[in-house]
């Protein structure tokens, strides 16, 4: 009920973010967006003014950047964090749904760049793998996966089921602490 498809390489639909914003002053809004469109939700940025007229509308705007343990993942957050500045608020979200080694940001300097930033980092912890791969290939939500029988969702049984609430409350724990 309250999700909208955005296009990210057409301006007007981008522009609905912020006419739902201004509408709806009292709702957050979520924008999930895949990393490979860095770059044209920037360009809509700069050409718009967004970050301007965020302000003037006294709107607050928080960029999530999901890190993997990858390399890329790292650039993406130095690109983001060089273009950016103080000027937005940050939350970097340490995924370790695969791998929980992230020597790679560790040692490149950009997790202390970003808390220079006053960014604040979460993690989100390993996933037994078994569960994460039958949640992946039946295409299930985490909340599918932890309310639905086994027959439903990809043959989780009771105690892969329990795994997901497990993980699922340290998730919500790891939230709750931002105090969004």
Do not use: C
């Amino acid at each position: 009920d309250y999700a909208s498809p955005i296009v990210v390489d057409q301006y007007d639909s981008l522009d609905t973010l912020a006419e739902t914003a201004n509408e709806n002053p009292e709702h957050r809004i979520l924008v999930d967006l895949a990393a490979q469109t860095h770059d044209s939700l920037v360009r809509w940025m700069d050409e718009s003014g967004v970050l301007e007229a965020a302000g003037d509308l006294g709107v607050t705007i928080t960029y999530w950047h999901v890190m993997d343990s990858g390399k890329d993942s790292v650039e993406l957050l130095k690109k983001l964090l060089d273009r950016f500045g103080s000027r937005l608020s940050y939350v970097v979200v340490l995924n370790q749904i695969r791998s929980e080694n992230f020597d790679i940001l560790n040692s490149s300097g950009e997790r202390e760049h970003a808390l220079a930033l006053h960014a604040r980092f979460v993690t989100l912890r390993r996933l037994h793998e078994t569960v994460i791969n039958k949640i992946d290939a039946g295409s299930t939500s985490f909340w599918a996966a932890k309310n639905k029988s086994s027959g439903d969702v990809g043959g989780l049984g009771i105690l892969e089921r329990q795994r997901v609430k497990v993980w699922l409350n340290h998730a919500y724990d790891q939230l709750d602490g931002l105090y969004l």
